[in-house]
């Protein structure tokens, strides 16, 4: 017999985290705690956070759905899925709360040589909107850390400013040498897109996520056929939880990449089904955080490491916040590595665990 609680705890971000859409100071997450009843001695973890007007399920009556979520299971003994296909971060907190509780208890999930310690996640580091100096200095930190795929936020400050960071990255390292992603958020109007993009290809650049807001697949569909640099889906995904809408869009858009963030699309079997789909049309695939603490980043790091893509992923977000969830997971020399002899300690933003 299930019993479920939930935990509500409030993450300080170390420094602004600016998008296009905004400046996020802080963020609120819940934390899902399910007991077995028959062993009380252990509690599953998931993890439940929304982006505010990213989210699909951003909305007044969050906490309320998860705590109707926590009456069902201690009334009924068990969990059930039906209802939540509109609620995706719940969804995924009640997903991965499960694994860790049939797990143990112990933030094992997905067993791999990664949660042995053996071998790392490679991902990109993140640099985030902001002033130039403060651009500057994130792209020379994450050069320093030993990061060979570096991602920028785009679409906040000044284009021609924007340009001149990633122009002063390409003086100093060749495209072989550093890989330079963009994420524009949606920043990009229909009607500047492609002189924009025209302009940013001078740079080598991978690829740039989302150039243009989502919803108007007629106009991405455009932009992916004739953009120089190649175009990948991220919030155009969001909501989109029905099979044939997901195969409608893929055929019309035709993207290079799509971008997968577990709790935006309702878990792990929901982005499954969107790589299943991406690789019956040839469109390659990466998997990126979303803000999470660390139990949500260690839930899909572990998930993203038994897919054994080769691509580096977009998990370095764990350093983000003044009161993280301490863990074994750590970021050294552009790798997301889990250090097993480290513990996690839920207790220190008032978890409460058994025996305490």
Not at 203 to 213: A, L, R, V
Not at 277 to 292: F, M, Q, Y
Not at 296 to 308: C, D, E, K
């Amino acid at each position: 017999m299930l019993r479920a609680s939930i935990h509500k705890h409030t993450l300080i971000f170390k420094d602004p985290a600016g998008t296009s859409r905004g400046v996020l100071y802080n963020k609120p997450v819940w934390y899902l705690l399910l007991r077995d009843t028959r062993d009380e001695s252990t509690t599953g973890i998931g993890e439940c956070g929304i982006i505010p007007a990213l989210s699909a399920d951003d909305r007044p009556d969050l906490e309320q759905q998860l705590e109707r979520l926590c009456d069902e299971i201690n009334r009924h003994g068990t969990a059930d899925f039906t209802g939540l296909t509109e609620w995706p971060s719940i969804r995924f907190a009640l997903e991965t709360a499960l694994a860790d509780l049939n797990g143990g208890g112990q933030r094992i999930l997905y067993e791999s040589p990664f949660t042995k310690g053996k071998k790392p996640v490679p991902i990109n580091g993140l640099v985030w909107m902001g002033d130039e100096e403060f651009m500057v200095r994130q792209v020379d930190e994450k050069l320093e850390k030993g990061f060979r795929v570096i991602k920028l936020k785009v679409g906040a400050i000044d284009f021609n400013r924007e340009l001149e960071i990633i122009r002063s990255i390409r003086k100093r390292f060749s495209e072989e040498q550093i890989t330079i992603r963009l994420d524009a958020n949606g920043a990009f109007s229909a009607e500047e897109a492609a002189g924009k993009l025209q302009r940013l290809a001078e740079y080598g650049i991978h690829s740039i996520e989302q150039p243009i807001k989502a919803g108007r697949p007629d106009l991405m569909a455009r932009i992916c056929r004739n953009s120089p640099i190649r175009v990948a889906l991220d919030e155009e995904l969001i909501g989109v939880h029905h099979t044939s809408e997901r195969i409608k869009l893929l055929d019309e858009i035709r993207p290079a990449y799509i971008i997968l963030k577990p709790s935006l699309l309702g878990g792990f079997e929901s982005a499954r089904e969107w790589i299943k789909l991406a690789k019956d049309r040839n469109t390659d695939w990466w998997i990126t955080s979303a803000l999470e603490s660390n139990i949500g980043l260690n839930a899909i790091a572990q998930w993203t490491a038994t897919l054994n893509n080769p691509l580096p992923q977009g998990l370095g977000t764990g350093a983000l916040y003044t009161n993280n969830i301490p863990s074994p997971l750590t970021v050294s020399n552009g790798n997301l590595w889990y250090h097993t002899e480290k513990k996690w300690q839920p207790e220190s933003i008032g978890i409460k665990m058994p025996g305490e």
